[in-house]
């Protein structure tokens, strides 16, 4: 199985700061890698699709980067309703594999 | 829109049978892959498993010796069948459309395993 190790496993930030969560892989997978943010009591909700895509609708102060191995998520200023966990997601092999969230906190 | 519905008892025994089904709507069943993922309280996401109308299946090797996905065209639904369940089991689970990413999915359903 490959390995997503998510960093940080928690974050706390102020509102309007940069926010970047890392997801390593264990292996190269190409640009097969997905971000999800899930609120508490929610179901998770797609954001980014093949490590940079925003999906319609999403607000464009989120984004995200990186191919092979290494792929980053950024929020560009951190807005109150982002509190959430997110969560990196890879399909290159089965069986898919998700991140262990990162959890992000208003400070 | 697409929409997902997770239905089935929130409560099962240990070694008993867990079974739930997601009921699809706005989009034949047909189209797409349709999967399950599981999140026990207070943890992150594990995949459980898709499945496509003809039949194509994958389950993940964790679970595969006691799970089995199927779909009802019929009715537009496909199920979780998942066996010999323990506390272990204990999730909220989730279904969700799967196209190469989850998207969309439904509210989860959570099953308790508990005697």
């Known amino acids: 199985d490959i390995q997503m190790t998510q960093s940080p496993s928690s974050l706390s930030a102020s509102v309007g700061d940069r926010v970047t969560i890392t997801c390593q892989a264990s292996?190269?997978?190409?640009?097969?890698l997905n971000w999800y943010q899930q609120k508490p009591g929610k179901a998770p909700k797609l954001l980014i699709n093949?490590?940079?895509n925003l999906e319609t609708g999403v607000p464009s102060r989120f984004s995200g980067s990186g191919s092979g191995t290494d792929f980053s998520f950024t929020i560009s200023s951190l807005q109150p309703e982002d509190i959430a966990t997110y969560y990196c997601?890879?399909?290159?092999?089965?069986?898919?594999?998700f991140g262990q969230g990162t959890r992000l906190e208003i400070k | 829109q697409v929409q997902l519905q997770e239905s089935g008892p929130g409560l099962v025994k240990p070694s008993e049978t867990l079974s739930l089904t997601c009921t699809v709507s706005?989009?034949?069943?047909?189209?797409?892959?349709w999967s399950w993922i599981r999140q026990p309280p207070g943890k992150g996401l594990e995949y459980i498993g898709y499945?496509?109308?003809?039949?194509?299946?994958n389950y993940n090797p964790s679970l595969k010796s006691r799970v089995t996905i199927s779909v009802d065209t019929s009715k537009n639904q496909f199920s979780l069948k998942l066996t010999s369940v323990t506390a272990a089991d204990t999730a909220v689970y989730f279904c969700?459309?799967?196209?190469?990413?989850?998207?969309?999915w439904g509210q989860g359903a959570l099953v308790t395993v508990s005697s």
């Open positions: 093949d490590a940079s």
């Open positions: 706005a989009v034949s069943i047909s189209s797409y892959y």
């Open positions: 997601q890879q399909y290159a092999n089965l069986p898919i594999t």
């Open positions: 499945i496509y109308y003809s039949g194509s299946i």
């Open positions: 969700a459309r799967y196209s190469r990413w989850f998207d969309p």
């Open positions: 292996q190269d997978i190409s640009n097969n």
